[in-house]
C-alpha cells in the first residue's frame, strides 16, 4: 500500500520517542529478577524480538492526546507491555506454538514450565506497576481488561472445533484476546490524564473498534494471504481447525453437503489432500472473504469516528491512519 | 497429637465463622463467567474441594486482631484464595501431577490449556477483588506476594535436579511457594485496618515464619511419613528429585561415596530398587531429619514470639497454636 508515505506505526513511533525509550528503559528494569536470571532470559527473547510496542504507544498516544503533563503514562505503558508478553507466553503453551515473530518460541527453547511461570511473573510485575500511579479507576480498568483477556480465552477454548459458533461468541473471542488489551490501554491513558467522560469513552471505543478491525484483518488474511506479510501460511487456521469468521459465514450459508464438509474437517479434524482448497472455494462461494473484509472496514471506520469528540491534532490523526493501516493490508 | 483438644484450625474457623461464610459468598459470587462457563467449573473443582481456607483465614484473623471494623478484609481474604487457587492450577500444570488434595487435577479432568487460562482469569479477578478497598498500600503487598511467589517457582525450576542447591537458595524457593502468600495474607490484614507499624511487622513477620515452619514440615513429612496425614507417599520428594531441606543437609555432610550416590539419584535420576532405602539411611546418619525438624521448631518459635507485641486475646492464642500444630505433625 502506498496510501501511507510514512506507516502510521512508524509515525506514532516517531512522535513518541522520547517516552518510548522511557518505557523501554523500565521495561529492561523491571524484568529483572534478582532469585531467579531464567526470568530475564525468557522475557528478553520475547521482549526484545521486535514486537512492535504498538499496545503501550497506545496508552502513550491516548495519555497525550489528553493533555497529561506527568510521569506515569510510561509506567501505564510498560504495564501493558508485560501483561501482552504474559498472554503471549501462556497462548504459545496453550496453543503449543512452535513459533512466534519468526523465532522459535520460549516453550519450545525452554520449557512448557518456564513459559507458565515467567508469564506468571511478568503479569504480576504489570500489577506492581499499574500500582504505582495510584490512581485506582486505571487499576480497576487494567484489572478487569485481564479478566477478559483469560476469560476470552478459555471462551475460544471452550468453542474450538465447535461449527455451531456464532458471530456473537466470534466477537466475545476477538474482544477477549485483542480488543479488550487494546481498549484498556488507550482508555488507561485517557483516565490517567483527568480527561472529560466524553474523551475517555472515546479512546476506550477506539481502542476497541482498532483492536476488532486487527483481529478480522488477521482472521481474514490468514485465508487471503497477504504476500508474506504476517509470516503465516494461508490455511493454518483451518489446520488448526479454528472458528474464525470467514468460516462462520461460510458455515451460515452452507447447504448439507458442505456443512458434512465443515463438520469433517473442523468439527472432527479428518482432513485429506484438497480439503483447504475445497474450503477456499466454499469461501469464495458465500463470499466470506468479502463480507469479512467489509465488517473489518465497518470497525476501522468506528475506530475513526470514535477519535472525533477529540481536538485535532497531528497524533489524532496518525491514530486515524492506523485504524486505516490494519485493514489496508486487506487489499 | 492430643496437645490440642481442637485442632486451632478448627479454632480459628470457628472463631470466624461469620466472616468466613462471607468469603465463600464472595469466591462463589466472582468465580462466575457469564463468557466461558468452563471457568466457574474448573474453580469450583479445586475451591469446594475441602480446602483448608488457611490463607483467607490468616486475613481476617490479623484484621481483627488489629481491630479492624470495616467489611473489606473479605474481599483480601478472597482474593488471597484466588492468589493460592491460580498457583495450584499452574503447579500442577508445571509438576504434571494427577492429585490434588486427593481428587485427579484440573489438568488431568480438562487439560493444560484449561488449568492455564482458568489460572490466569482467577490471577486477574484477585487482583479486580484487590482493587475494591481502595488502599494502595495493600495493593503493592499483593501484588509483590504474586511476583514474589512467580519468582520462586522459577527458582525452584532452575535449581531443581542440582544438588550443588544451597539452605539459602532453599530457603528463598519455600519463602516464595508458601510464606510470601502467608505473610502478605497478614500483613494486608494489619495494613488495611490501618495498625500500628509494629503490628504490622509482628503479623508480617507471623506469616513469613508460619509458612516456612509448614513447608519445612512439609518437605519433612515426605521422608518421614505422618501415618497419612498428608495422603502422601514416602519418598515422593525423592523420587521427583526435588532438592528439600533434609536432602540439601545430608549432601552438605556427604562423603564421596555418598555425593555420588545423590549425583546419581538426583543429578541424573537414575533410580534403582533400593535407592529409597539408601536414601533414607543417609539422610539418618547425617541426623538431616533431626535438624530440619530442629528448624521448622526454631521458625515456628519465632512465628509465635513474632505475635507478642499485638494486645493478648484468644484470637492471638489461636494463632499461636497454630504455629505449635503445623511443627505437631513432626512428632
Known amino acids: 500500500m502506498d496510501q501511507f508515505a510514512t506507516k502510521p506505526h512508524d509515525a506514532l513511533a516517531g512522535a513518541l520517542r522520547g517516552e518510548l525509550e522511557e518505557v523501554n528503559s523500565l521495561i529492561r528494569e523491571k524484568m529483572v529478577s534478582e532469585h531467579a536470571p531464567r526470568i530475564p532470559e525468557v522475557t528478553a527473547h520475547l521482549i526484545e ?3 512492535k510496542r504498538l499496545r503501550p504507544m497506545l496508552t502513550l498516544a491516548a495519555a497525550r492526546l ?8 510510561v509506567h501505564l505503558a510498560a504495564t501493558v ?4 508478553t504474559a498472554t503471549l507466553l501462556h497462548d504459545d503453551v496453550v496453543d503449543e506454538s512452535e513459533q512466534r515473530r519468526g523465532r522459535p518460541t520460549a516453550n519450545l527453547l525452554w520449557d512448557n514450565q518456564s513459559s507458565v511461570l515467567v508469564g506468571d511473573y511478568l503479569f504480576a510485575r504489570a500489577f506492581e506497576l499499574m500500582v504505582e500511579p495510584g490512581n485506582l479507576r486505571v487499576l480497576k480498568i487494567l484489572a478487569s481488561a485481564s479478566a477478559t483477556i483469560a476469560e476470552g480465552e478459555v471462551l475460544q477454548l471452550s468453542v474450538a472445533r465447535n461449527i455451531a459458533t456464532s458471530e456473537e461468541t466470534y466477537l466475545k473471542v476477538i474482544r477477549g484476546k485483542t480488543a479488550a488489551l487494546f481498549s484498556a490501554a488507550t482508555e488507561a491513558g485517557a483516565v490517567l490524564s483527568d480527561a472529560p467522560e466524553d474523551q475517555v469513552k472515546a479512546l476506550r471505543d477506539y481502542g476497541d473498534a482498532l483492536g476488532i478491525a486487527f483481529q478480522m484483518a488477521d482472521d481474514l488474511l490468514d485465508y487471503q494471504g ?3 506479510q504476517t509470516g503465516k501460511n494461508v490455511g493454518d487456521d483451518f489446520r488448526e481447525r479454528k472458528l474464525t469468521l470467514p468460516v462462520i459465514r461460510a458455515i451460515a450459508g452452507a447447504d448439507e453437503d458442505e456443512r458434512a464438509f465443515w463438520h469433517r474437517t473442523i468439527g472432527r479434524g479428518k482432513q485429506e489432500d484438497g480439503d483447504l482448497e475445497t474450503a477456499l472455494s466454499l469461501l469464495a ?6 463480507s469479512t473484509r467489509d465488517s473489518a472496514y465497518a470497525w476501522a471506520d468506528k475506530a475513526r469516528a470514535s477519535l472525533e469528540v477529540l ?21
Chains 1, 2 share one sequence.
Do not use: M, Q, W
Request: hydrophobic share 35%; charged share 20%; net charge negative.
Open 49 to 51: 524480538a521486535g514486537g
Open 66 to 73: 489528553c493533555g497529561y503533563t506527568g510521569g506515569y503514562h
Open 81 to 84: 507491555e508485560f501483561i501482552h
Open 226 to 228: 497477504d504476500s508474506g
Open 285 to 290: 462461494k458465500h463470499a466470506a472473504l468479502e
Open 311 to 331: 481536538p485535532e491534532s497531528d497524533l489524532r490523526n496518525v491514530l486515524a491512519d492506523l485504524a486505516s493501516y490494519v485493514v489496508s493490508r486487506l487489499n
